[in-house]
């Protein structure tokens, strides 16, 4: 598959060495090959799978707690004003509550760590690195930084990307354009006839290049 410079130069289009950075950064930010789309879709669906499974246990978790205080309410009417059933049924209910509430901050901590760790994955996404081991070891240590997520939206990635940058540079791909796009033929000279220096040819010999800005 076609690299987006390789495109580019098909129509004779290219862009300046100093704005291949800003352009890529913008490429990425908005354009994702067919490949990458598909990609994402199935982690997307498989995150949602995961959701859904989470939600059925915690409605079924939800229904036995009902199906548990109906049953409490039964025993209570049945104790009447005996204190030694009461006192039971009270350690029953503080048990119970605490088993709801126990299931209920596990399954909130289930969902928001399925959030961070798809948020994760779909910056990995898009960027390049050296091996998969480096790929791996990254998401490993993403996930360990426990960034913050707000609104959906995961907070200080780049930030810590940057500094990954500095501590394993090696983790990256490194990409050589001038070997990608080829090397550019050198610019005709001309000397001229009464100094002998070279001089550009007049006239419009070079088709121009479309600048990106």
Same mark, same amino acid.
Do not use: C, H
């Given at each position: 598959?076609?690299?987006?410079?390789?495109?580019?130069?098909?129509?004779?289009?290219?862009?300046?060495? !100093?704005?291949?950075?800003?352009? !890529?950064?913008?490429?990425?930010? %908005?354009?994702?090959?067919?490949?990458? @789309?598909?990609?994402?879709? /199935?982690?997307?669906?498989?995150?949602?799978?995961? &959701?859904?499974?989470?939600? %059925?246990?915690?409605?079924?978790?939800?229904?036995? &707690? !009902?199906?548990?205080? #109906? +049953?409490?309410? /039964?025993?209570?009417?049945?104790? /009447?004003? +005996?204190?030694?059933?009461?006192?039971?049924?009270? #350690?029953?209910?503080?048990?119970?509550?605490?088993?709801?509430?126990?299931?209920?901050?596990?399954?909130?901590?289930?969902?928001?760590?399925?959030?961070?760790?798809?948020?994760?994955?779909?910056? @990995?996404?898009?960027?390049?690195?050296? *091996? %998969? $081991?480096?790929?791996?070891?990254?998401?490993?240590?993403?996930?360990?930084?426990?960034?913050?997520?707000?609104?959906?939206?995961?907070?200080?990635?780049?930030?810590?990307?940057? *500094?990954?940058?500095?501590?394993?540079? +090696?983790?990256?791909?490194?990409?050589?354009?001038?070997?990608?796009? /080829?090397?550019? =033929? =050198? #610019?005709?000279?001309? $000397?001229?006839?009464?100094?002998?220096?070279?001089?550009?040819?007049?006239? +419009?010999?070079?088709? =121009? *290049?479309?600048?990106?800005?």
């Amino acid at each position: 598959m076609k690299n987006i410079y390789e495109i580019l130069k098909s129509f004779e289009l290219t862009v300046p060495e !100093d704005k291949k950075e800003e352009f !890529d950064k913008v490429l990425n930010e %908005n354009y994702k090959t067919i490949s990458e @789309v598909t990609k994402i879709q /199935g982690k997307l669906e498989k995150a949602e799978g995961e &959701r859904d499974t989470y939600k %059925n246990k915690y409605d079924t978790d939800i229904k036995q &707690r !009902d199906a548990d205080i #109906k +049953d409490l309410q /039964g025993k209570l009417k049945d104790a /009447g004003t +005996d204190t030694t059933k009461l006192a039971d049924l009270q #350690k029953e209910l503080s048990a119970l509550q605490d088993t709801y509430n126990t299931e209920k901050s596990n399954y909130e901590k289930q969902l928001s760590q399925q959030a961070y760790e798809f948020a994760i994955k779909e910056k @990995v996404a898009e960027l390049k690195f050296s *091996s %998969n $081991s480096a790929k791996k070891a990254f998401i490993a240590d993403a996930l360990k930084e426990e960034m913050k997520m707000k609104d959906g939206q995961l907070q200080g990635f780049d930030d810590f990307l940057e *500094s990954y940058k500095k501590t394993d540079a +090696d983790a990256f791909l490194k990409e050589d354009t001038a070997n990608s796009e /080829g090397d550019e =033929p =050198p #610019k005709p000279q001309f $000397s001229g006839k009464s100094s002998g220096t070279e001089t550009q040819p007049k006239g +419009d010999v070079e088709k =121009p *290049s479309v600048t990106f800005w």
